[in-house]
């Protein structure tokens, strides 16, 4: 019985989300939206399809945000920090202080402790990373002012949970009754001590990733199991959740730790796309699960309660970003653009509200409360932005920055990526960095892609034929692609994902025979190198002069070769399913080329031998 209202459950929820998030999506409202009504539809206080067993899956479904944070953490190298360091840190910087200082004395003014004031505050200052980035990849806007802007703002946010859940137990205001996932192992410690014993964990967790992680993963790697490297990828998030469950903190601290520490790691874009389609998942599980726990009665019991604290904390928020974008020179669309981007309080809330109930910072109907206005204010901001765009600033997404090119957010920009680095991608690579050439390469050797790194390459893990993992590489940047892996099939996969989403990229590919390369024409491909054809010809050329021949003539000769295997090749390529008529043309264009051959050599004499008749005898 326990399974099958399981599968049940199941089929709500995802039913729910077929249904609503498409529509969301179709009226501009953004996914998150789509499923916050979803839940809202489906809970309890609606339709009642699902009932109060959607606050205990709210608690699993957390864990989505803790893989969004680990992959957060994935994404913070120190070139892109160093890239935003004016924005991160002195309008994210800011932003986070001046809203936490601004909530506080409103707080204060209601009579909240000072304690629950700072809490309070902290929380509220966060935006939603999920819908802003969301929103501004769906418009295209990452690389505008208000994009690099806001994306350093949510930066400088996620960065800054890490203190923020370093600070809530010293903020307890009475017993703790267990952290965000039942009772932790130091939950009868002084606040003092816990800090000390979450300081700990994370230097634990920073030094097991700097010297295990990455070659426990080198090791993973070698064994050439996907399966087991998108094992060992939830095994490390899991893990780590567990251990800081453990010391009574928030999960997505440490994962976001040990997403940090393996951002230089070569193996981090393959980590990504595996954690990718779990975290979109349970992202999504997550915000359903907030809506059907929403608890519309007190909703309806303090509406204009409810609606005063949600617009409240929309103006307040939207005022401080759209005061200190002034004071960093944004434009004034873009500058009002950003601020109500940011203007909602973001996911990480109800992890953080779930957090402090359990260290008695606030009282549980207050955070009934504050759950309600925060997912408000997080369903209003599509709205808003929809507003914005088709009331005032329409040509918003035609504006890109004139400046500080080098602000763009994007990972890598290499104008060439190589997928596979083996015999014939080295010598290719080899050649355009030294002409000055920018390339990313993608390879799934791990020993070659550890030797690389050593000699300065732009190098990452990972199967190639992944869609994800190229576009976490920076595909849409790029203006080429090299297609150099070792295995056809793979090859064919790897040109068949790129022409499908992306057909203006030029793509370039090796083949080791003829009938390969007949594939690959097939498929649409013009620019097909066979890998050894160059090199035996030129072993040919070396070898007539071995014999002989004049330098000149031998050059002559190979140039005449290979201008006549192209043409062959076209020609045979249009006859290719019809066996008899391809055999006949062959051989009619090889007594052709050696004919050619004997008069450029001045050998006309000996045109009587018909070499290949004589082959055919034998």
Known sequence: ????????????????????????????????????????????????????????????????????????????????????????????????????????????????????????GLILSLSSTAIVLQTLKEKGLMKSVSGQASFSVLLFQDMAVIPILAIFPMLSEGESVGGEHGHSLVEHLPAYQKTL????????????????????????????????????????????????????????????????????????????????????????????????????????????????????MILVKALVLFLLGSLFKLPFDQNLYMSLALSQVGEFSFVLFGYSEGLGIFAKETIVILVACVALSMACTPILLLLYEKTIFSSLQSKTPKKETNGNIEKEENPVIICGFGRFGNMVGRFLRSNGVGITILDYD?????????????????????????????????????????????????????????????????????????????????????ETRETAVKLGGDVLKILGTRSYAAERAKHLFLTHDDETFHELFALRKDRVQYISLAKQRNTELERLMFVDLGKEEELHRDSWSEMERL
């Open 446 to 530: 791990a020993d070659r892609v550890e030797m690389l790194g050593r000699f300065g390459f732009k190098v990452f893990f990972g199967d190639a034929t992944r869609l994800e993992l190229l576009e976490n590489v920076g595909l849409e940047h790029a203006k080429i692609l090299v297609a150099a892996l070792d295995h056809p099939e793979k090859q064919q996969e790897l040109i068949r994902n790129v022409k499908q989403h992306y057909p203006e990229i030029q793509i370039v590919a090796r083949v080791g025979d003829r009938e390969e390369a007949y594939e690959l024409k097939e498929m649409g491909l013009d620019l097909i190198y066979r």
């Open 197 to 312: 014993v979450v300081l700990f964990v994370i230097l634990g967790i920073i030094l097991i990733g700097r010297y295990v992680l990455s070659p426990l993963f080198r090791l993973i790697a070698k064994s050439g199991s996907r399966e087991i490297f998108t094992g060992a990828s939830l095994l490390l998030v899991i893990a780590i959740s567990v251990l800081m469950g453990a010391v009574g903190v928030s999960a997505a601290l440490g994962t976001f730790l040990a997403g940090v520490v393996l951002a230089s790691s070569e193996f981090r874009h393959e980590l990504e796309s595996n954690i990718e389609p779990f975290k979109g998942l349970l992202l999504g599980l997550f915000f359903l699960s907030v809506g059907a726990s929403m608890d519309l009665p007190v909703v309806l019991e303090h509406p204009f309660q409810i609606l005063g604290i949600v617009f409240g």
């Open 1 to 120: 019985m326990g399974e099958a209202s399981f599968f049940i459950q199941a089929i709500i929820y995802l039913t729910s989300a077929i249904i609503m998030v498409p529509i969301a999506n179709r009226l501009g409202l953004g996914s998150v939206l789509g499923y916050l009504v979803a839940g809202i539809v489906i809970g309890p206080f609606v339709f009642g399809f699902v009932g109060t067993e959607g606050k205990d899956l709210l608690h699993f479904a957390e864990f989505g945000v803790v893989m969004m944070l680990f992959a957060i953490g994935l994404e913070l190298e120190l070139n892109l920090l160093w890239r935003l360091k004016f924005w991160l840190l002195g309008l994210g910087g800011l932003q986070l202080i001046l809203t936490t200082i601004f909530v506080f004395v409103i707080a204060v003014c209601f009579q909240f402790s000072w304690k629950a004031s700072l809490a309070l």
